[in-house]
C-alpha cells in the first residue's frame, strides 16, 4: 500500500525553540495532507488541513502562529511548532489521501507519528 | 458533532482467545466507518471498513458490521494471535466528500503466548 513518511519520529527540544516535523508521501500524490495531535489516553484530534499551494485550515482552538503548516509540494508537508513549551509536547501525526480517484472513497494513509517532549 | 466511544484498554487475552473491542458513534447523516490498527512504532493502517448500514468489513480475520439501529460498530476475531497486539482506532468519516476522520481514543490489545 501508500507510503506516508514522517521524520523525525522523536524529538526532545528546549523550551522556546522550534522544531519542524516533516511528513513525506513516497510513493502517491497528495493534494490534501493532515496533521493530527494525540494527548495520553485521547483521541486523534485534528489541527490542520493542509492544502498544497494554499494556506492551511485550522481547526477551531488551534493557533495558527504556534503551528505553522507549509504545504509545499504535492509529496511534502511540514509542522512547525514554534515557541515550543512543555504544554506542546505530544504525539503528533500526519495523513495524506491519494489525490487520484473518487475523493470519497479515497484511503488515509498514517504516517508512523512524532513524539515531541519539551523540557 | 461527530463523535467516537470505543472502550478503554488495554485488553489483555491468551493466543486463540475471542476478541471484541466495542465501538458506538454519533453522527450526522451516513457517515462511513472505519478501523485503523496501529503496530508498535509504525503509522495507523487501515484495517477494515463499512461504508453503508449492514455492510461488513473483513481483514486478516478480523471482522465488523455496522449497525445503524445500534450505532454501532465492534469489532471482532474469533482466534487472536500475539502478533495482533497493536492499538485498534475506530474512527468515522461523514460522507461529504472533503470531511477528515473524527477517531475514538484508540484501544491497545495486548495478546500472550
Known amino acids: 500500500g501508500a507510503v506516508v513518511s514522517q521524520h523525525p519520529s522523536w524529538v526532545i527540544c528546549k523550551s522556546g525553540t522550534s522544531v519542524k516535523i516533516e511528513c513525506r508521501s513516497l510513493?502517491?500524490?497528495?493534494?490534501?495532507m493532515f496533521w493530527y495531535r494525540q494527548f495520553p489516553k485521547q483521541s486523534l484530534m485534528l489541527m490542520a488541513t493542509?492544502?498544497?499551494?494554499?494556506?492551511?485550515?485550522?481547526e477551531q482552538g488551534v493557533e495558527k502562529d504556534k503551528f505553522l503548516i507549509n504545504h509545499a509540494s504535492l509529496t511534502l508537508s511540514t509542522l512547525t511548532v514554534t515557541s515550543a513549551h512543555p504544554e506542546d509536547s505530544s504525539f503528533y501525526i500526519c495523513?495524506?489521501?491519494?489525490?487520484?480517484?473518487?475523493?470519497?472513497?479515497?484511503?488515509?494513509?498514517f504516517g508512523q507519528g512524532t513524539r515531541l517532549t519539551v523540557v | 458533532g461527530n463523535s467516537v466511544t470505543q472502550m478503554e484498554g488495554p485488553v489483555t487475552l491468551s493466543e486463540e482467545a475471542f476478541l471484541t473491542i466495542n465501538c458506538t458513534y454519533t453522527?450526522?447523516?451516513?457517515?462511513?466507518l472505519f478501523w485503523y490498527v496501529q503496530y508498535p512504532g509504525e503509522g495507523l493502517q487501515l484495517l477494515l471498513k463499512?461504508?453503508?448500514?449492514?455492510d461488513k468489513g473483513s481483514n486478516k480475520g478480523f471482522e465488523a458490521t455496522y449497525r445503524k439501529e445500534t450505532t454501532s460498530f465492534h469489532l471482532e476475531k474469533g482466534s487472536v494471535q500475539v502478533s495482533d497486539s497493536a492499538v485498534y482506532f475506530c474512527?468515522?468519516?461523514?460522507?461529504?466528500?472533503?470531511?477528515?476522520?473524527?477517531f475514538g481514543k484508540g484501544t491497545m490489545l495486548l495478546v500472550s503466548p
Open positions: 493542509s492544502n498544497e499551494g494554499s494556506k492551511a485550515t485550522y
Open positions: 453522527a450526522t447523516g451516513y457517515p462511513s
Open positions: 463499512a461504508t453503508k448500514a449492514d
Open positions: 474512527a468515522l468519516r461523514a460522507d461529504s466528500g472533503y470531511s477528515t476522520l473524527t
Open positions: 510513493d502517491f500524490q497528495a493534494t490534501t
Open positions: 495523513s495524506a489521501r491519494d489525490s487520484r480517484g473518487i475523493w470519497v472513497f479515497a484511503e488515509a494513509f
